[in-house]
């Protein structure tokens, strides 16, 4: 069970700021594995901390990492069931290809799941046309949503990842993506079968394709994510796994032993890193007074978990900032901040809430309680002199 430690940080005049540190008596936390990869990062996607890195920030080429947005933009547009007509220009993109045939009938979500399982070039051309009616549209789009993420590290000129002039990545940036993708049950359920079946409806045959990645058929926890290989890329993975409960994501760029150097990148988060609630939904973090109130104080709470990683035997800070007290009338809302971080990981804030509106006494109780306190006090200065 986590220990807590509570230290008192800071009292200012009009806010009152409290720090905790807390910490798990543990053994402390293994070196990191020798990674041979050009760029890499480990991450936690329910925490956004980077527990590993190796020039996750370098611009480098994604090759079909690149599809993890693909099919991101894919399933925002919705509409899976839908009949795409392959076209000439899908048909004929080159690499690695889930041979569709021009004239022939898939649905949107059979292609996404060629693209994903098989990482087929001409999936994610006929896809592109389908959703935005030209690749050009459909790259855009990506762009966008590539902005959107936070991912401003990153530029896409095609949506399968053939090495091109501009279109470019980070391990970091590969990393907030497959988050966000993963988020999306669909895309989610698809990464991690290690087969499916995808039926051609034109003609009406079916065929069975197998999953690009080899950790899914025996890592401990594999889940997904996607392969990539051109020459220019070398060879590259977004990796997943879930162990009781709780996912990390490793992406390795331009590695001489991508499986291995993902697998050991994963083992050494789950053996060495804590992924810990700091706050439960609805947990109550103090009560401020409330001056004139027909109530004389007031719980502030979080609304939702809030989650940090942290290496076995370190500590990590939450601080709470809320106002020394309130005056009435008080309505429901955000009345401070709760901070949480760790090591290697940016503040993560969220507000602190009260959920019940507070009355201001009537002008009556007031001049009564201003009378009272008035008459008590002479009282008992009164009594003070007698004695």
Known sequence: MIGFRLRLLAVLTAVLSIGMTVHAPRAEAAAPPVIGARAAILWDPRTGAVLYEKHAFRQMDPASLTKMMTALVVIQAGDLKR???????????????????????????????????????DASVALAESVAGSVPRFVARMNWEAARLGAFNTAFENPNGLTAPGHYSSAYDLAIIATAALKQPIFQSIVRQPEATIQELRHQHSRQIHNTNQLLYGFPGADGIKTGTTDAAGKCLAASATRNGRQLIAVVLHSPDRWGEAGRLLNWGFQNWETVEAARPRQAWGDLPVINGTRDRVTVFVRHAVWVSVPVGERYTVRVSLP?????????????????????????????????????????????????????????????LSE
Request: positive net charge; glycine residues 10%.
């Open 324 to 384: 020394t007290r309130l005056a009435a009338p008080v309505k429901p809302g955000r009345v401070g901040f709760l901070t949480v971080w760790g090591p290697n990981q940016p503040p993560h804030r969220v507000g602190l809430w009260i959920t019940r509106p507070i009355s201001a006494k009537p002008w009556y109780r007031l001049w009564w309680d201003r009378w009272f306190n008035r008459g008590s006090s002479a009282a008992l200065s009164a009594k003070a």
């Open 83 to 121: 009949v795409v007509t392959v076209s000439r220009r899908a048909a004929g993109t080159p690499g690695s290809s889930l041979h569709i045939q021009t004239g022939e009938h898939y649905t949107r979500y059979d292609l996404l799941t060629g693209l994903l399982l098989r990482s087929g070039n």
